[in-house]
């Protein structure tokens, strides 16, 4: 039980680290958006995320890590399941079939965007990912440093 | 409005998720969780009213047309069982109100209660073998959830039993659907009962048959796949216990029932006497099991198994009268388990212990009590005018008229020893005098007591007034032995 998830010291981890950790997210927010034509998606994209704030965790410990998150995991993934649940109710408003996803074509600038519920949903997905892995990373080295 | 459908899994999902997000409040979390069962009670209800008018009601999820799509369906079966699950969600909410741990609490006992109410309605109302097995796994998630909260030695050593077993069962699950969408390329239960009358190899159909017919038996606790279920069911608190109890082992009956009695009807001669031989066994080795047991929740665990038996023994017999009885059985039994479990933790809060043997003068001390323990007790054993003497009278008439004499005389004998079960712990725990090591009692907490009494006067209502829930097991029997309306129902008439 002594080495646990304890913080590693490492310089060039530590430096790697706060390298890595915004280009990780910003990947897993291109995950999420890529994967409404092409693979990926919510659940990749989340990995990918939880994947960044693991690493974190694992080099500057469960505290600092908990600073950074601001909020907490649990409530990440109550969201993502708010929000994936949520995604399936418009179509109630139109009359059709829980779970028919809806679209919103916007033309800006030029360029067509299309905004649809899978979208949300894909989002919830992406949060309840993030907000599982973190919370059980979390729950795993805290517990494993509160009992040296 | 098709989309009442997805109302009783939509109700208990989103409750799961706002509970998680309250984690911080203990009582807001309380108060969220009666709203929504209480909410989920009124939309099966809702539904089960609309389906009694029109007899199917069905929901193409996504707009994506059956075959292709998911189809969720409510018949008469469903919504029946969709109903009782409001009223066992319902009452034990209610009791977990004071009984629950803030422990368990903290650790998310109302987000798991809730998937996992979530999971058992979708697997009422599925209409597809696939999204069958992936709301088993969600109640399994959350099943092993509840099993382990407190974190107990016995409850580790009951769950690793549980899990590994129905980890087990849910791969047979997963390959029998895998070789049965190889063979006939659909797992729509409409659209499988459609094509399995054209496939020409029975021999393989047969074998598919039982990998289905063996993983749901492990579901259900039947013979000889049973002994997870009282390794197990004893070891969480009282109110997951009940729930676990009245529920769970019923889906997996459910499932038998929907797989047997619509996809699998080509070669009932040979299914169907498995079947048959598979009842006789578990109301046996359920109810001698009990007889030996001196702790009040294994006994009631090995009753479950016992009761089982009786169901698929009306599943075997394949009559519209012993399915109706059947469907009499499942919805008798759900209410009257929970409520005998519930019982079980008021007693262990007046006396601090589940041994028979160290209880004692109960009745003298809470008469009230008492009889509310002799409602569920001795409608369980199938004393009339309860509702267990219905169920049993029309499981064993059926047996009879269909001259099954030796599975009829086994659930004969096999309710007599139901008795004997359920007199001993009355003369144990209720009857003889109160041990002197015994401290002085405490007060019972009305929101423990309330419960029961909803549930008792239930099984007293089915009891008495048993004509109209007979007329509606035996309309629940017709639909289920006419799977061409199924069929039409969810395929929209094509052939």
């Known amino acids: 039980m002594k080495q646990g998830f304890a913080p590693s010291s490492g310089l060039i981890m530590r430096t790697a680290t706060v390298v890595i950790l915004p280009l990780q997210l910003l990947f897993s927010v291109f995950l999420l958006l890529r994967g409404h034509n092409e693979p990926g998606g919510g659940f990749i994209g989340g990995l990918v995320a939880a994947g960044a704030f693991s690493l974190y965790l694992i080099v500057f410990g469960a505290k600092a890590s908990r600073r950074l998150l601001k909020v907490d995991p649990k409530d990440i993934l109550a969201w993502g399941l708010i929000f994936g649940l949520i995604a399936t109710l418009p179509a109630l408003l139109f009359g059709q079939s829980f779970f028919t996803a809806q679209w919103l074509s916007l033309d800006l600038f030029g360029t067509t965007i299309k905004l649809s519920t899978v979208l949300v949903f894909d989002i919830g997905v992406y949060l309840a990912v993030i907000g599982t892995i973190t919370t059980m990373f979390f729950a795993l080295s805290e517990r494993l440093i509160g009992s040296q | ?495």
């Open chain 2, 1 to 495: 409005m098709n989309n009442l459908v997805f109302l009783p899994i939509l109700i208990p999902l989103l409750a799961g998720a706002i509970t998680l997000a309250l984690w911080r409040s203990s009582k807001w979390q309380k108060r969220v969780s009666v709203f929504a069962t209480l909410l989920y009670l009124t939309a099966s209800a809702t539904l089960a009213w609309q389906v009694s008018q029109q007899g199917y009601i069905v929901l193409q999820v996504g707009g994506w047309q059956a075959p292709f799509g998911i189809s969720l369906v409510a018949d008469y079966l469903a919504s029946i069982m969709v109903v009782v699950t409001g009223i066992v969600a319902f009452t034990a909410v209610l009791y977990s109100l004071v009984t629950t741990p803030n422990t368990h609490i903290k650790f998310g006992y109302f987000p798991l209660l809730h998937i996992l109410l979530a999971g058992v309605s979708g697997a009422f109302l599925t209409g597809d073998l696939f999204n069958l097995f992936v709301w088993f796994e969600v109640m399994l998630l959350a099943s092993f959830g509840l099993l382990t909260l407190g974190g107990e030695r016995a409850q580790m050593e009951g769950a690793i039993k549980y899990v590994t077993i129905n980890l087990f069962s849910s791969a047979l699950f997963l390959s029998a659907i895998g070789i049965l969408y190889g063979t006939v390329g659909t797992l729509n239960m409409a659209d499988l009962a459609v094509k399995l009358q054209d496939v020409e190899q029975q021999g393989l159909l047969n074998a598919i048959a039982l990998m289905f017919m063996v993983s749901f038996s492990i579901k259900a606790g039947a013979f000889p796949f049973f002994f997870w279920l009282p390794a197990s069911y004893h070891t969480p608190i009282i109110a997951v216990s009940a729930v676990f109890a009245g529920l769970l082992t019923k889906v997996g009956v459910y499932a038998l029932y929907r797989v047997f009695g619509l996809i699998f009807i080509g070669d009932i001669n040979f299914t169907h006497q498995i079947l048959l031989w598979m009842g006789v066994f578990t109301m046996l080795s359920g109810v001698l099991g009990a007889a030996s047991q001196f702790e009040i929740r294994r006994i009631l665990s090995f009753h479950i198994i016992s009761q089982i038996g009786y169901m698929i023994l009306a599943l075997a017999i394949f009559t519209p009268l012993a399915i109706a009885g059947g469907v009499f059985y499942l919805f008798h039994h759900i209410i009257v388990k929970t409520n005998l479990f519930l019982i079980s933790g008021m007693t262990h809060l007046l006396q601090n212990t589940y041994q028979l043997k160290s209880m004692g003068g109960l009745y003298r001390e809470r008469p009230f009590l008492a009889a509310l323990f002799l409602i569920p007790a001795m409608s369980l054993a199938g004393l009339p005018p309860l509702s267990g003497f219905f169920a049993k009278y029309l499981v064993i008439e059926a047996g009879i008229v269909s001259q099954q004499w030796l599975a009829t005389g086994v659930a004969l004998f096999v309710g007599l020893l139901t008795l004997y079960s359920m007199i001993k712990i009355w003369a144990e725990a209720f009857w003889k005098a109160k041990p002197e090591t015994l401290s002085e009692t405490v007060k019972l907490p009305l929101w423990g007591v309330v419960p029961i009494a909803l549930m008792a006067i239930m099984t007293l209502i089915i009891g008495f007034a048993a004509e109209p829930f007979i007329l509606l097991s035996q309309a629940t029997a017709e639909q289920l032995l006419n799977p061409q309306s199924y069929i039409n129902a969810v395929l929209g008439g094509q052939p």
